[in-house]
């Protein structure tokens, strides 16, 4: 598994693009104007302080992958050591589907069926599903009633779907051509949890970290004219002069 250190983290957050935002304490940022690489590294630094300010009881550490070919992951979870979850960034200008989802999903699944370390305990690991914009509809019943979503589309016949989908795309399943796991992805599925934040959580969660906000984004802050005008006429006074 391919880490990226702190200091390559550095340097890549601070030489990619930075989306101009208006700070007015309502709008959603701008997510989905950073590069794929630049939203993976905010998300990534997102967790990693929340993780220090112990916001997430259940995990201890937090990895960065490499960006390239790693297995339909972007961020590896660790509880004391141990592989307890991963962080999927999908930066999209619409919103994400329902199949969409799945099909990530169940290609990370095929690749744990390649390497067991990816995934040692599925009854305790998290699928967390990080986008620059929003969910479907039905993405969102997914996503808030997992066991008893999953469990239509595994009777449908979609996850077989999905499944031969994936394997056809993807060089790296033509073992599984013609013989695709679906009973052993099936059983994956029911063990695994599911989550996701969308562009309006990020947002309030970015916007408690000045730090990240002034690394991504440049930020304009809106000034209200009144107050404004109060100091521009007070610090004119301090030096004895009259503004009319």
């Not at 370390?117 to 969102?140: C, G, H, Q, R």
Request: charged share 25%; hydrophobic share 35%; proline share 2%.
């Amino acid at each position: 598994m391919r880490k990226v250190s702190d200091k390559q983290i550095g340097i890549e957050a601070k030489s990619g693009y930075k989306p101009w935002t208006v700070d007015t304490g309502v709008s959603l940022l701008p997510f989905s104007e950073l590069g794929d690489r630049e939203f993976e590294l905010l998300c990534y630094l997102l967790v990693q302080e929340e993780i220090e300010a112990g916001k997430h009881s259940n995990i201890t550490s937090i990895s960065l992958m490499q960006g390239v070919s790693e297995r339909g992951r972007d961020c590896s979870l660790y509880n004391q050591g141990t592989v307890c979850g991963l962080i999927q960034c999908k930066k999209y200008q619409g919103r994400i589907s329902r199949p969409q989802t799945l099909r990530e999903i169940i290609k990370f699944l095929l690749f744990s069926l390649l390497d067991s370390d990816l995934l040692p305990v599925p009854e305790s690991f998290e699928y967390m599903l990080y986008v620059s914009n929003d969910f479907a509809e039905t993405t969102n019943s997914l996503i808030h009633s997992y066991a008893t979503e999953i469990e239509k589309d595994i009777s449908s016949g979609s996850i077989a779907k999905y499944t031969k989908d994936v394997v056809e795309e993807y060089e790296s399943f033509k073992r599984f051509i013609g013989k695709e796991p679906v009973t052993e992805i099936t059983n994956l599925l029911r063990k695994i949890k599911l989550s996701a934040v969308n562009a309006t959580a990020l947002t309030s969660r970015v916007h408690k970290k000045e730090s990240l906000l002034s690394l991504f984004f440049n930020v304009k802050t809106v000034i209200d004219l009144e107050s404004a005008d109060e100091i521009v006429r007070n610090a004119l006074d301090d030096y004895g002069l009259k503004c009319y």
